[in-house]
T-cell receptor, first 115, second 115 residues
Framework: DAGVIQSPRHEVTEMGQEVTLRCKPI?????LFWYRQTMMRGLELLIY????????DSGMPEDRFSAKMPNASFSTLKIQPSEPRDSAVYFC?????????????FGSGTQLSVL | AQTVTQSQPEMSVQEAETVTLSCTYD???????LFWYKQPPSRQMILVIRQEAYKQQNATENRFSVNFQKAAKSFSLKISDSQLGDAAMYFCAYRSPNTGNQFYFGTGTSLTVIP
């Protein structure tokens, strides 16, 4: 398996532009997580899905952020409009179902810079 | 939400020496799992070791071992015979099937290995 695939690896955009981050989880994994990493706040959980259904989106900073998972093999995180404070590394991760012992498999992240 | 605390933002160790990274967590659950992840400069998140709360025996993976103190809600990581390749950010994480199976991460400890 190729692992969790994120694209793009780097994204540079201007304030006010729409940004879409993409994620392909590992086939067969039931959980998908979106995290944001910054120096100040560490790893923040933005939203996670179970079987394509959003379970907890309380970490989504504001209405400018939205996430979808139209099917088991694809998810997007969209920021519209983007702001400089959104600059961070965004990770997608997936995990099999189970009783909690299963580890989280991370993608390589998207480095987002909003100018 | 569960809280995971890593009180050491930065640590350093001499090559070949032993270092211990601290992690505490707050939970009312009895059934949960604990993880240590490593993030080298490449940004990739790598699972180092994991522990089931119902197991009294501390997990060990080669040079990595944990000291799991359930009553104290403490989960420290010991790295023996430190190597230059151990230099990275280390994140402690908590997961419980009783709280939706989401992962809660600490803020990380940056480990420097001195040659």
């Amino acid at each position: 398996d190729a692992g969790v695939i994120q694209s793009p690896r780097h994204e540079v955009t201007e304030m006010g532009q729409e940004v879409t981050l993409r994620c392909k989880p590992i086939s067969g994994h039931d959980y998908l997580f979106w995290y944001r990493q910054t120096m100040m706040r560490g790893l923040e959980l933005l939203i996670y899905f179970n079987n394509n259904v959003p379970i907890d989106d309380s970490g989504m900073p504001e209405d400018r952020f939205s996430a979808k998972m139209p099917n088991a093999s694809f998810s997007t995180l969209k920021i519209q409009p983007s702001e400089p404070r959104d600059s961070a590394v965004y990770f997608c991760a997936s995990s099999p179902a189970g009783q909690g012992y299963e580890k989280l498999f991370f993608g390589s992240g998207t480095q987002l810079s909003v100018l | 939400a569960q809280t995971v605390t890593q009180s050491q933002p930065e640590m350093s160790v001499q090559e070949a020496e032993t270092v211990t990274l601290s992690c505490t967590y707050d939970t009312s659950e009895s059934d949960y799992y604990l993880f240590w992840y490593k993030q080298p400069p490449s940004r990739q998140m790598i699972l180092v070791i994991r522990q089931e709360a119902y197991k009294q025996q501390n997990a060990t993976e080669n040079r990595f071992s944990v000291n799991f103190q359930k009553a104290a809600k403490s989960f420290s990581l010991k790295i023996s015979d430190s190597q230059l390749g151990d230099a990275a950010m280390y994140f402690c994480a908590y997961r419980s099937p009783n709280t939706g199976n989401q992962f809660y991460f600490g803020t990380g400890t940056s480990l420097t290995v001195i040659p």
